[in-house]
């Protein structure tokens, strides 16, 4: 009996040493931080896609522990390599599409992060971190300076030469945005489009998916056939008169309702 109470209390002790160890060791290399850091990864891969996929809505910023992975996502490769796949797939839709001889064939692309890139803009905003500041955007846009996302351009200059009529719809304000809008769009390599779309004092104050579905409306009053509607918000391809087909582009640093 006595033999048994004291090999039981060796091993006790072994496990008490061993915890022991551990925990010093643990004091000089932590256990849980490269575990930590694999934790917040996996839960902002986890809502940058419920973000982009529509099922998180009405989001104001991004959140903060995501700062790096959206950074990384944005600047480091992954965002144009899934901007060129998409490019892909459209520019397979295109080739199967024959156009018809009345001109009427129309294309829809939205401007900001579709056509024109404002990650240098966002970056000063932590990449979407920072709550939205409406005057501090107002005074990049006005400047003109964004530059193009080159495999949309690639795919606007390949909608013109095929011969559709490409309307570009944005929620910029008309009065104060046209002009610049129009510099940087021309600055940037985009010309051919049949009209730029800006929000008239008419419809101010309307949701993206209704300004937007109303824009669509006249077009298609006019006669035009919608083949194909991209942008990076939902609100550009949701709605009425969306178009034969819609392609939604990456965007995780913002929403638009």
């Not at 480091?76 to 797939?89: A, C, R, T």
């Not at 500041?133 to 107002?138: I, R, Y």
Request: with cysteine.
């Amino acid at each position: 009996m006595k033999n048994q109470r004291e090999t039981l209390a060796c091993s006790l002790l072994f496990v008490v040493l061993k915890m022991v160890m551990s925990t010093k060791l643990y004091n000089n290399h932590p256990p849980y931080g490269d575990r930590l850091v694999e934790l917040s990864s996996s839960y902002c891969l986890s809502w940058r896609l419920a973000a982009e996929t529509g099922n998180i809505q009405g989001w104001r910023s991004v959140p903060i522990q995501c700062l790096h992975d959206v950074e990384v996502y944005m600047l480091g490769g992954q965002y144009f390599s899934d901007l060129n796949l998409i490019v892909e797939h459209m520019n397979s839709y295109i080739d199967e599409i024959v156009l018809s001889h009345d001109g009427l064939d129309a294309w829809v692309l939205d401007v900001d992060d579709t056509c024109l890139s404002n990650v240098f803009y966002y970056k000063g905003k932590r990449f979407g971190c920072d709550p939205y500041d409406p005057q501090a955007f107002k005074e990049w846009a006005s400047r003109g300076i964004s530059l193009a996302i080159s495999p949309i351009l690639q795919l606007f200059q390949k909608l013109i030469e095929r011969g559709f009529k490409v309307f570009l719809i944005t929620g910029r304000d008309e009065t104060m945005f046209e002009q610049p809008t129009l510099r940087n769009l021309h600055f940037q390599g985009f010309f051919g489009f049949e009209r730029l779309i800006l929000r008239s004092e008419a419809y101010k104050g309307q949701s993206g998916i209704i300004y937007k579905s109303e824009m669509r409306r006249k077009l298609v009053e006019q006669g035009y056939r919608i083949w194909g509607n991209v942008g990076d918000q939902w609100s550009d391809l949701h709605g009425q008169f969306v178009g034969n087909r819609t392609f939604k582009l990456p965007n995780p640093m913002y929403f638009v309702p």
